[in-house]
């Protein structure tokens, strides 16, 4: 039966479709995240990411963070900081020298704490995810590669993001 086994007929429904989500999507998400391979949905993810039909990466990004343990904004943190050099990350910390986030930065810290991502505000974290985007937009990949660990979390970006990611495994494993 191939990779997918049973997940082929339910992949079919998604191959070639564009537009409104399917009712039941939320659904059909937990079944391929449960089905396929984690770089199969970072894949997925990544393509929601960068979609016309989502918000932009920065704001969906601020939304994981917010949505995530302390653990898992670590990790989104830790991933934004080692993507950019010391000399990009010196120019987004010009303005907020006083924030949680402008510390970590300036500490040069490699591995974040739950701790101290806890400190870090979800609009911090949207400013930090558009500036590092725009000076390495492979950070997408990595941030979909940290995030298709917890496709619980990938849900709370909603119906079209779930469908994206769907919709792009399902042309991924259909070719």
């Known amino acids: 039966m191939g990779l997918l086994g049973g997940l082929s007929d339910l992949l079919k429904q998604y191959g070639g479709q564009s537009g409104a989500a399917p ?3 939320e659904q059909h998400f937990d079944q391929v995240a449960q089905g396929v391979p984690s770089s199969s949905l970072a894949g997925g993810l990544a393509e929601a990411f960068r979609s016309n039909e989502t918000p932009p990466f920065a704001q969906m990004a601020a939304q994981l963070f ?3 343990n302390g653990q898992q904004q670590a990790s989104m943190l ?3 900081l080692s993507s950019v050099g010391p000399d990009v990350l010196s120019k987004f910390t010009g303005g907020s020298a006083n924030s949680p986030l ?3 930065l300036q500490s040069g810290q490699g591995q974040i704490s739950a701790d101290q991502a806890a400190q870090v ?3 911090e974290v949207q400013a930090l995810a558009q500036h590092v985007e725009q000076n390495n937009p492979s950070i997408i990949d990595r941030i ?3 995030y ?3 496709p619980t979390l990938i849900k709370t970006l ?3 993001a779930m469908a994206i990611a769907v919709r792009k495994i399902a042309e991924r494993h259909d070719a």
């Open 78 to 80: 830790t991933t934004l």
């Open 148 to 150: 298709a660990e917890h």
């Open 66 to 68: 917010s949505n995530g």
């Open 102 to 104: 402008a510390a970590l």
């Open 121 to 123: 505000n979800p609009e």
């Open 23 to 25: 009712a039941n999507v």
């Open 144 to 146: 979909s590669e940290v």
């Open 158 to 160: 909603g119906a079209a």
